[in-house]
């Protein structure tokens, strides 16, 4: 039986070879239906943070667990849905092909004409995914990770590169998820949409957790109105006292 927290780490390190220290003694929990932006400068840890949590790298040291399970456990990687920024997707599919596979690989998907609506993929069915523009292709990526009806969702960069409008029409797709409860964690180098879709921030700088709260708890830590202000405040201050 699955937990019902959807994240938990404990006292997780990274360590590549060469000695090269990605993560250190990283301990992060979501609460279930939580909104979660993990934000850092490149090279915080982020990236690795996130592939530990989806299995596709082990930690040197700690635990990472994904409802109580493995992240590698079939049982758990079924529950989370993932838009990664490195995503490739045959061109040669049409839009409803794409989405009609990945249901296929979900014990109990969402319906296809339901994402493509939530997606607002709608009168792009039957479009070739070569043929999509840039946001278009976001999109379908945003349907491919949620069309599995995952409680998880694991969104990386998810609106980077995109036009104002296309990029507000995301957040209120995400929105919708959230008020249906599932839990999200959102990595962004946006921070004013970090600010309007979290409910819970989390700074990383070097590796560790260095602010976590809301964006106001953020926002008051820093002494300031603006995350962006905060962000670079509580990353810079806590990264040089981190190798102090």
Not at 137 to 149: E, K, N, P, S
């Amino acid at each position: 039986m699955l937990d019902s927290v959807p994240v938990r780490l404990a006292g997780v390190a990274k360590v590549y070879p060469g000695d090269i220290v990605a993560v250190r003694d990283l301990s992060l929990t979501v609460a279930p239906g939580q909104t979660l932006a993990l934000l850092g400068p490149n090279g915080a840890g982020k990236t690795t943070t996130i592939r530990m949590i989806l299995g596709l790298a082990a930690p040197t040291s700690g635990v990472v667990r994904v409802f109580g399970r493995d992240p590698r456990d079939s049982a758990a990687r079924v529950q989370i849905g993932t838009m990664l920024q490195s995503a490739e997707m045959p061109g040669t599919l049409t839009v409803r092909e794409h989405i009609t596979l990945f249901s296929s690989y979900y014990p109990a998907p969402l319906a296809v004409d339901d994402v493509i609506h939530l997606a607002a993929l709608d009168g792009l069915e039957s479009r070739l995914a070569q043929r999509l523009s840039g946001g278009q292709r976001q999109r379908l990526a945003f349907a491919l990770a949620i069309c599995g009806d995952p409680d998880l969702l694991v969104l990386d960069e998810p609106t980077s590169g995109l036009d104002i409008e296309s990029r507000v029409m995301l957040w209120e797709r995400i929105r919708v998820l959230a008020a249906r409860g599932k839990s999200i964690i959102i990595t962004t180098h946006y921070l004013a949409e970090a600010d309007a879709l979290a409910d819970r921030i989390a700074f990383i700088a070097r590796g560790s957790i260095v602010a976590d709260g809301t964006p106001a708890e953020i926002k008051a830590r820093a002494g300031t109105r603006e995350l962006e202000a905060a962000y670079l405040a509580l990353t810079k201050i806590d990264a040089l006292e981190a190798v102090s």
